[in-house]
């Protein structure tokens, strides 16, 4: 055994798939040499069906029972595995609907083995089929789906709601329904027919799509494969007229090929247990893509049908089926698009609201709501370079005794005062910004000496005194620098310098502001 096949105990040589794959070979050589008597035939064909389908119910029952052992982190992941396990028990139970209906039937072949009921089916093996597809239906939508918000599960529903609209249609088309009066008799026998026919193996394949659409898929991959190649074969073997089951060209063939399908359809359910044996905690996790082109295939694929329906033969009864079909198609595509397009919409909502939310977090101080000091450094360099500003750089005096006696939560309201303060001194569109811990800036355009000197007596007014928080009343004091810039003369970094030197004359010198041309 290499190290791979150690690691991947599922990859090893599986004498059971083995088996499966002689089994179907010896099928196809043996009906196709057409050496064999036709009732040697009809017995060996529905003895191969129990042997297989009796081994899709086994790896079934495993599957399920493998799955439930798994492990689970979260009450919410032990009912996801409980949901997966259900399905594959559904499987089985489907599974062995079917091998007692061809037990049934071997019944009527020992009777009679050349009887037309004994090829294709009594009544009751019928019926079976019919159960049976309906249980994996079943057991399909109650797969549990990955988590979805309201949008995305709306999407989803009317996707699979176009393609059971599409299968439908085609189901519709190429059933063959049974003659005679259209009494209570003819209706129970029409339905039976329908369910039987291609129509439900094709809800059955979109099952599956659905399931796919959904993010989350009873299968691993090669399970999957395997399963949908049988399930497409089933839907065209069932499509086949009657006569060519029973006439002796190809009856050997189609017998041959059911085997096939049921076969895959086994060994399918076997690399599924082998799988889930070596992992039983893992699902199918493919990467979402943001759409499907599924529904707009079936949209397609209705509308060419309904073009060659209506060419060759008009607006006839199946005409009318088709044409209704292909509308109903066209309007769950369109609503899905409407859908979308609203999807869209609140994306895009969201998106501008995120990029209101990550401007704030990179430009503006979380405390104060003031600009920060990226912000403010990016808005000086763009003044200076349209003309005289001048810089108010502002230090609030004794700010620690006020932590240490008050606590931080008192100190955090003062520095929210404070910036309310600022913001009244000046006027809009002249930017107020805490650069850092008790420091703010101003930054007023123009060197108007009154401009500076009315903001400079409102800035100096405004923090001075104290602030009443939560019935404490809290000193408040500040040291103001005040420097004026040019263009060609100061940049940046050096006109915020030389607002920060006048602001450290102004606290040692004990005044409240210094005009960094007077330090």
């Not at 006696?405 to 309201?413: L, N, P």
């Not at 005194?465 to 050096?494: C, F, K, Q, W, Y």
Request: charged share 20%.
């Amino acid at each position: 055994m290499n190290r791979r096949q150690a690691a991947h105990p599922s990859r090893r040589a599986d004498p059971l798939t083995a088996g499966l794959i002689v089994l179907v070979l010896a099928a196809i050589l043996g009906f196709g040499s057409g050496r064999f008597p036709v009732t040697a035939q009809v017995f060996s064909f529905w003895t191969l069906l129990i042997v297989v389908q009796g081994s899709f119910v086994r790896s079934s029952r495993r599957v399920a029972r493998f799955i439930r052992s798994g492990p689970a982190a979260t009450p919410a992941a032990a009912a996801r595995t409980r949901a997966r396990g259900r399905t594959w028990r559904y499987f089985a139970v489907a599974g062995a609907v079917l091998v007692l209906g061809n037990i049934i039937q071997l019944w009527t072949v020992v009777r009679d083995p050349l009887a037309p009921e004994s090829i294709v089916g009594t009544d009751a093996q019928i019926a079976s089929i019919a159960v049976s597809m309906i249980l994996l239906v079943a057991g399909m939508l109650r797969h549990p789906m990955d988590d979805m918000g309201g949008a995305e599960r709306l999407r989803m529903r009317i996707d699979v709601a176009t393609l059971m609209a599409a299968a439908v249609t085609y189901g519709l088309w190429i059933a063959d329904l049974p003659s005679g009066p259209h009494d209570a008799a003819w209706a129970l026998e029409a339905t039976v027919s329908l369910l039987v026919q291609p129509g439900l193996f094709l809800v059955v394949i979109f099952a599956v799509l659905k399931v796919i659409l959904s993010g989350s898929s009873p299968f691993t991959r090669t399970a999957g494969i395997l399963s949908g190649a049988a399930a497409v074969l089933q839907a065209v073997f069932q499509a086949v007229p009657v006569p060519l089951y029973v006439e002796p060209p190809t009856r050997s063939w189609m017998f041959a090929a059911n085997v096939l399908t049921s076969a895959l359809i086994a060994i399918g359910a076997r690399v599924q247990e082998r799988d889930v044996r070596a992992a039983p905690a893992s699902g199918r996790r493919e990467a979402k893509r943001p759409y499907s082109l599924l529904p707009y295939g079936a949209l397609a694929a209705v509308w060419a049908l309904a073009i060659m329906v209506l060419a060759v033969d008009g607006l006839s009864g199946r005409g009318w089926v088709i044409a209704i079909g292909a509308m109903t198609t066209t309007v769950l595509v369109i609503g899905r698009q409407v859908a979308a397009f609203r999807h869209v919409a609140e994306l895009l909502r969201e998106r501008d609201e995120l990029a209101a939310q990550l401007t704030e977090l990179a430009f503006y101080d979380g405390l104060t709501k003031l600009a920060n000091r990226g912000l403010f450094m990016q808005r000086l360099q763009d003044a200076l370079a349209a003309g005289p500003v001048t810089v108010f750089l502002i230090d609030l005096d004794d700010f620690k005794p006020v932590n240490d006696r008050y606590g931080h939560a008192t100190g955090d309201q003062l520095l929210i005062e404070v910036g309310q303060r600022l913001r009244d001194c000046v006027r809009d569109g002249e930017t107020v910004a805490r650069l850092g811990g008790d420091e703010f800036a101003v930054l007023v355009d123009g060197s108007s000496a009154d401009r500076r000197a009315e903001v400079a007596d409102g800035l100096a007014r405004a923090l001075s005194g104290s602030v009443r928080l939560a019935g404490t009343e809290v000193p408040l004091r500040a040291s103001i620098g005040m420097a004026t810039g040019r263009h060609g003369v100061h940049n940046p970094d050096s006109l915020l310098h030389e607002a920060d030197m006048a602001m450290y004359a102004a606290k040692n010198r004990h005044r409240p502001l210094i005009d960094s041309d007077l330090v």
